[in-house]
């Protein structure tokens, strides 16, 4: 066999591989973590929109059905409560618009559970798209690399083969 036709085939297998599909499909969430002494709150922004998980700080207990709002650029938005996930959803697509735009994002929250309140703050991080293609990319190059090394390694292997006698 041609190596250059088995090096093509090796090529085109490892970037038909799962893994190779499944570093395309995988790119880092926009996320945002904000703690105090007594509740923590982790959000997440996706298609849905923002959502967020919360509980006390010192048990890890979750914090079901309070009242939380969350500010950012001057703009505040209410968190509804979704008890069949028991998390909280903001789904407003006109508030949503400026946090989806790559770059850090300072939120504050407003948390009122029970007869307990606190205002907590932080960052909600959305990572550019180009950056998550450029990682594709390297990873394509360094598929390409290692199906050029296992060809080359088995065109050597052959022709030592041969050199020493043995049937092609």
């Not at 400026?98 to 205002?119: E, I, K, Q, Y």
Request: hydrophobic share 50%; no cysteine; net charge negative.
């Amino acid at each position: 066999m041609n190596i250059h036709l088995l090096h093509g085939l090796l090529l085109a297998l490892l970037l038909s591989s799962p893994l190779a599909r499944a570093a395309e499909s995988v790119s880092p969430l926009p996320l945002v973590v904000a703690e105090s002494e007594a509740f923590e709150i982790v959000g997440r922004l996706d298609a849905d929109g923002l959502a967020f998980h919360v509980d006390r700080a010192p048990s890890n207990e979750p914090v079901l059905a309070a009242n939380l709002s969350v500010e950012a650029s001057g703009r505040e938005a209410a968190a509804r409560f979704r008890p069949e996930r028991g998390d909280y959803l903001i789904d407003d697509a006109g508030w949503l618009a400026a946090l989806r735009v790559p770059g850090g994002h300072p939120l504050s929250f407003t948390l009122l559970a029970g007869d307990d309140n606190d205002l907590l703050n932080g960052e909600l991080t959305v990572p550019d798209a180009a950056g998550g293609a450029r990682e594709q990319g390297r990873l394509a190059w360094w598929l390409a690399g290692a199906a050029l090394l296992a060809g080359g390694g088995f065109a050597i292997r052959r022709a030592r083969h041969r050199s020493e006698g043995g049937a092609a």
